[in-house]
Every structure is written in C-alpha cells, then in structure tokens.
C-alpha cells in the first residue's frame, strides 16, 4: 500500500510539472526568474563548457592528426579499461622515417658516402621522434587529461544539478498556481505548506547548484597552470628540435666539405669519370670557341659569375683552409660554385665556400 501511495504521488507530481511546463510554453503560467548573478554563472559555464570542448578537439588534433589513429586509440582505452586489449605502441611518422633511413644506409654500407649521411640523418629522425613523442605524452597528461577531466566530472555534475534545479523550479511554480486556484480555507492551507516545502527544495538546490557554477572560476585557474605546461612542453620541443637539426646541418656541412674536397674519406673520381669531364670540358671549350666569336671558350663565359646577396641564417665555423665562416644575420654575397649543395661566398673581403643549407638568397 504504501509503494502504491508513493508510485501515485510520483505520478501526480510529474503531471504537475508537465502541466506547468506547458502552460509556460502557452504563456498562461507564472514562471520563477533566477537572479541576475545566478544567470551570469549559468551563461559562463555555458561559455566554459563549449569553449573546453573546442580547444579539446583542437589540442587532440594537434597531438593527434591522423584522425584515423584517435578512432583507433579510442577503441583501445575503451578495451583495456575493460581488461580485453592491451593498448598497443604506433611509432611515429618520424621514428618511421628515421628507421627507414637506418636500413638504408646499412644497405648501402659503411664505405658510401650516401649511407653515412643517411645514417646520420635518420639518427637525427629518430631524436626527433623520440622528442615529439615527449612532447605527445607530456601535454597529453599535463593539458589533455584536465581538460577532459574537466568536462566528464565538473561539468557533467554541473549539468546533473542544472536539472534538478529546473525540476524543483516547476514544482514550486506548480505549487504556487495551486495556492491561487484554491477556494476551500482547507484548500488553501494544504497549498501554503506543498509551497513552502517547494520553497525550501528549490532554495536548497539553487544553492548547491550556485556553488558548483562558483567553482568555475578555480577550474579557469587550473586550466590556466595546465596551459603553461603545455606551452613549456612545447617551447622544450621546438627548442631540442632546434637544436637536433643545427648539429645534424653541421655534421652535413662538414661532410659535404670532404665529399667537395675528395681524399680517402669522401667521394674520390675514378679515373674513367675523370677523363670523361675533361673531354666534355674540352668539347664545350670547342664549341663556344667556335659559336661565340672573339671569346675564350666555354670557360670564359665564367670567368665573371653573377653575385647576389644572402641572409645568413645560422652561425658556421669553416671546416678547411676553402671555407669561410658565418656569422647568423649578417649580410654576404655569394654565387655558384661547382657543387649543388656549396655557394661561394665573400665577407669581409675574405672569400670561401659555404653550405646553402646556411643562408637564404634575398630576392630583390
């Protein structure tokens, strides 16, 4: 009998509201306004809410882009919460670029100039991936997690009490059209304490609910120390980035100097290459000699090399006697060289080769 009584009162109490509710909608009902603070928290943890959710989206593409891997990754947090699947590691794009490199150069050997590069720059890769997974895991815990923290704890409590708020805001306005539509001096009484108790579960619940929307204000604090770290952690991986790229730039420039220079530790021509360009040198000379009179051959031509200027972009210390140093931002003029990846260069009256990895043409 008296789950009956409950079950009925359950019943009675949802109809009211679904009759306060619609008479609100229809205009023809008297509607509770929270104060005006009550609505200026309500508005900002609205504004926090979809705000978090879009830097979320965002950061996660940002560690994550493949959006492919995050379905993937998604599926194995859900499994291994539930003990089936243990997650698995995916390396990098890096790490895979730079493993790739290694096994070529094993391929090539250690005696080709190609495969020493190749192994010094997919060490350099792999440092990089090493670096960017790092970064991955630090801004994952230190940025990610509170972010989603935030969203699946404090506001989904925000959101459960928001609800509950507006169920006792229509029981009391239900009560308070009760007391109006009563004639009966019984009536009346019965109205006036069903309004009271609503009075006193609506105050209740808007005050825990005001204390959570109050709370706001030390998440954004948190959020706040949880993006510097983010910003340190990626500040950390730029920088060793850096870093890892000029040393592999210097390790190049100077491999590219023995390669240019020739000897037993670079690229030495055999003697069939070397007859070759002398009698591809020689039938240039003939030909210019023949087609462009009055000039001294094909090497003529060179004699005067068209000079631009360059931006220096990183310091370099000259490896030989034929190299000239650098020193970053400073102003030189260069032109070309018989290697791709050389510039001749004059600073200071002084002249000597440099790697072009090192400067920028300025374009006029």
């Keep these: 009998m008296e789950d009956l009584k409950k079950l009925a009162g359950g019943a009675s109490a949802l109809f009211n509201r679904a009759v306060q509710y619609t008479g609100e909608k229809l205009g023809t009902a008297e509607h509770t306004d929270l104060d005006a603070h009550f609505e200026q928290l309500l508005q900002r943890a609205d504004k926090t809410k979809a705000q978090t959710e879009v830097l979320l989206k965002c950061t996660e593409t940002l560690l994550h882009p493949d959006p492919t891997a995050r379905a993937e990754d998604y599926l194995y947090d859900k499994l291994e919460r539930t003990g089936l699947e243990k997650k698995r590691q995916r390396l990098s794009n890096l790490t895979q670029l730079g493993g790739t490199m290694l096994e070529a150069s094993a391929a090539y050997g250690p005696g080709s100039s190609y495969g020493n590069v190749l192994l010094k720059v997919g060490q350099t890769e792999q440092k990089l991936g090493d670096c960017e997974k790092t970064f991955v895991s630090t801004a994952t815990t230190e940025y990610l997690q509170p972010l989603k923290a935030f969203l699946d704890t404090d506001m989904k409590n925000i959101t459960k009490e928001r609800r509950a708020l507006e169920v006792k805001r229509l029981d009391l306005d239900a009560a308070k059209s009760k007391l109006k539509r009563a004639k009966s001096e019984k009536g009346k009484s019965d109205a006036e304490s069903e309004l009271r108790h609503a009075q006193s579960e609506f105050d209740r619940q808007a005050e825990t609910t005001k204390l959570l929307l109050e709370g706001v204000n030390k998440s954004h604090e948190y959020h706040t120390r949880c993006l510097n770290s983010f910003v340190e ?126 400067i920028e043409i300025i374009r006029i």
Excluded at 274 to 291: E, R, V
Excluded at 343 to 353: D, T, V
């Design 233 to 358: 952690a990626q500040a950390n991986y730029y920088a060793s980035c850096h870093q890892y790229m000029q040393d592999l730039q210097r390790q190049l420039g100077s491999n590219n100097a023995k390669i240019v220079g020739g000897g037993a530790s670079g690229f030495s021509q055999s003697a069939g290459s070397t007859a070759m360009y002398a009698a591809g040198s020689a039938y240039l000379n003939n030909s210019y000699d023949h087609k462009v009179p009055g000039k001294g051959g094909f090497a003529s031509l060179c004699n005067e090399p068209v000079t631009q200027r360059a931006k220096v972009l990183y310091d370099y210390e000259a490896n030989s006697a034929g190299e000239l140093s650098l020193t970053a931002d400073e102003i030189i003029t260069v032109w070309t060289s018989d290697s791709s990846d050389w510039m001749m260069a004059e600073r200071a009256g002084q002249k000597g080769r440099v790697p072009m990895s090192y």
